[in-house]
């Protein structure tokens, strides 16, 4: 073993000694990162044929809203636990945690045992991206971080690329029980190199864990999932059931917030939303989240039914959006990491997410391939100045003692955001699809769209030509309320954005200018050791 290096002892010192050993650290955090986003992406493209094998149709989208509750709920626990008894263990039992639920839900025999093993699965999953997040905060400060901007955002691009075709090909050719078990190499390969090479001072909390806030914070959290990924689908939104879940909800999270206040150790400390900068970037990461999976949901339907697209690619239609939010995210990051200065890019990126989204709402049946990607490509240059900023600003807005707590806090923000927008979304563009069939289509318009106004490929391609025309000025209907609906909401994070305080970022510039304040507090608490 090389010597064991204290990263950031001094601000020249650290950035010398600091990049081969991080490097080996950030590619397994990377590695694990890629595990969080890609699973949800693989199964999907799997469940017809699980479906085939294990049966259980009523019950299948439970395969997906077991692993998404269970993720959501246990995200602030996870970045809790790791400020209470020190990130690097509590990181490392998220991904054993995340493998034996992958590898059970290989396993599974039948409908049931797979969800209740995705779920198992998803109590992981919810460790691993803040664990991400957190020890990068802790081991470079944020004036370095933007560097690193680029290689989380083309993970993320990558995944949602890359997704849908791997889980085709390994379903076509190993069996869907692979769409699990090929997280296994990759977990134990990022296990190994975060266990050999990183090393972060461990901690031991004398104070008990908030069980009660915990509680109260997950019944919350379960309530809010399940209205939005209920309502307007399993139940109408105005159903006593719906009613109750939200009743549940708010009960829980008004007595979680008041118990935050009298608890010694409390999961979610209050006192991090009286920083301006923290409460900003927790809003315009739920609006990215409510904006991001809106459109990554709405447009490959709107390509694949309008513009007759191939649903075997679908991943790569979306490659406008991602290419130009990968290319923003480096921009960004380097220009932050040089400048230390970043509120130009929470306002431009929410101008330009408005803007795209407007021009999104515009798409008609006549509308070009060529001018969609372009509009796409407008939304994905803002979402690419929003994505890693979000998080590096509210890192930069608390102490290092609450930096589990504010990447978890954000994590979940941008998660919430992701399911209201797809129920909030999903529920207009159902009910102008519906409206346009019933309209255009006539009776049977109106029966073919009664279950769902979501066709298949094979659906659409029985229909009656008058009705498949009927369907695809439907669909544009609806992508067009979704996406109008998508841009008004984007003008909250741009309010937002306009009142973020540029608060010097902790750490060195690229020489070690006064500005940057030292090597930072992440750095020096951070031991990386070369191997």
């Known amino acids: 073993m090389a010597d064991t290096q204290t990263a950031g002892t001094e601000a020249g010192q650290g950035a010398e000694k600091q990049p081969r050993s991080v490097r080996v650290v950030l590619l397994a955090l990377m590695i694990t990162m890629m595990l969080a986003m890609l699973d949800n992406m693989i199964v999907g493209t799997a469940m017809p044929t699980i479906v085939g094998e294990l049966g259980g149709l009523e019950h299948l989208s439970w395969v997906v809203t077991a692993y998404t509750l269970a993720t959501a709920a246990s995200t602030p626990l996870w970045g809790k636990l790791g400020d209470m008894y020190g990130r690097k263990g509590v990181f490392m039992a998220s991904i054993v945690l995340f493998l034996i639920g ?101 901690k031991r909390a004398q104070a008990r864990i908030d069980y009660l806030g915990a509680a109260l914070l997950t019944v919350g959290i379960t309530a809010i999932v399940l209205v939005t990924t209920w309502g307007g689908t399993e139940y109408a939104w105005t159903s006593a059931r719906i009613m109750e879940l939200i009743g549940i909800g708010v009960a829980a999270l008004v007595g979680f917030v008041f118990w935050q206040t009298k608890a010694a150790e409390p999961v979610v400390p209050l006192h991090i939303f009286r920083s301006r900068n923290f409460t900003l970037m927790s809003v315009i990461g739920f609006i990215t989240g409510f904006v991001m999976f809106g459109a990554t949901l709405f447009l490959p339907l709107y390509q694949q039914s309008v513009q007759g697209a191939s649903a075997t690619n679908s991943g790569l239609l979306l490659l406008p959006m991602l290419g130009a939010m990968l290319v923003t995210s480096m921009v960004a990051g380097r220009v932050t990491t040089n400048t230390g200065r970043y509120k130009v890019f929470p306002i431009a990126g929410s101008v330009l997410m408005v803007v795209g989204l407007y021009l999104l709402s515009l798409m008609d049946t006549g509308t070009s391939r060529f001018t969609s990607g372009v509009y796409m490509a407008v939304v994905g240059l803002g979402m690419g100045c929003l994505m890693q900023i979000t998080m590096l600003v509210a890192q930069n807005s608390v102490e290092m003692k609450d930096m589990g707590v504010a990447s978890s806090s954000t994590t979940l923000f941008r998660t919430l955001g992701s399911s209201f927008g797809v129920a909030i979304m999903g529920a207009l563009f159902n009910s102008r699809v519906q409206d346009v069939m019933a309209e255009r289509g006539g009776a049977l318009g109106a029966k073919v769209t009664e279950r769902s106004a979501q066709l298949d490929a094979a659906s659409l391609a029985r229909l009656p030509e008058a009705v498949a025309g009927a369907y695809r000025q439907a669909v544009s209907a609806g992508t067009h309320g979704a996406f109008l609906l998508g841009a008004v909401v984007a003008v909250v994070s741009l309010v937002a954005a306009v009142f973020v305080k540029e608060v010097p970022l902790k750490g060195a510039g690229p020489k070690g200018d006064a500005a940057g304040g030292g090597a930072g507090e992440g750095a020096k608490a951070a031991v990386v050791e070369a191997v």
């Open 102 to 202: 992958s590898a059970l839900s290989g396993m599974a025999q039948d409908m049931g045992q797979l969800i209740a093993f995705r779920a198992v699965q998803g109590l992981g999953a919810g460790g691993l991206m803040v664990g991400v997040m957190a020890i990068i905060g802790d081991l470079i400060p944020p004036r370095e971080r933007g560097k690193y901007q680029g290689m989380m955002a083309g993970v993320m691009a990558l995944a949602m690329i890359a997704g849908p075709l791997v889980g085709g090909t390994i379903t076509d050719h190993w069996g869907w029980r692979w769409a699990f078990y090929i997280n296994l190499p990759l977990g134990v390969v990022a296990l190994g190199a975060i266990s050999v090479v990183l090393h972060l001072p461990k």
